[in-house]
């Protein structure tokens, strides 16, 4: 009975050990597509005036990039992968807040011009 316990520790043993070593061997390839999208979603923000209206998530955006291509300069692919995903995301959030600041701003101008018209047709 101990023998047989013994021969699954060491059979266990010898597993884990091989699928420790596979996983180590596998290599995950540079994000360099993810890294040319994020790029691609920063200027995007950029060009619909993230600038102004969400400076801080474009900025979160920025250095998350940065992060992600220093972690490519190391190697660590996962990281810098997790990292431009984040980059993309954070950038893809400042183009959304400010294409809804500057809709906002229309309404209040809109909302400013019927203001008027009104006080003009009550004259």
């Known amino acids: 009975m101990r023998m047989k316990t013994l ?16 996983g180590c061997a596998v290599q995950v390839p ?3 597509k ?29 250095d998350k990039l940065n992060q992600a291509k220093l972690a490519m300069d190391k190697k660590e692919h996962v990281v810098a992968r997790r990292l431009a ?10 183009e959304a807040k400010a294409r809804s600041a500057k809709s906002q701003k229309v309404v209040e101008e809109l909302k400013e011009s019927i203001r008027i018209l009104q006080q003009e047709m009550n004259r």
Do not use: H, W, Y
């Open 30 to 32: 540079a994000p360099e």
């Open 85 to 94: 995903d984040e980059a993309m995301v954070d950038a893809n959030l400042a």
């Open 7 to 22: 021969r699954l520790i060491k059979a266990c043993l010898v597993t884990l050990f091989i699928v420790v070593l596979a």
């Open 34 to 62: 993810e890294v040319t999208l994020a790029t691609q979603s920063i200027v995007q923000a950029e060009s619909s005036g993230a600038v102004e209206f969400a400076p801080l998530e474009l900025q979160a955006a920025r």
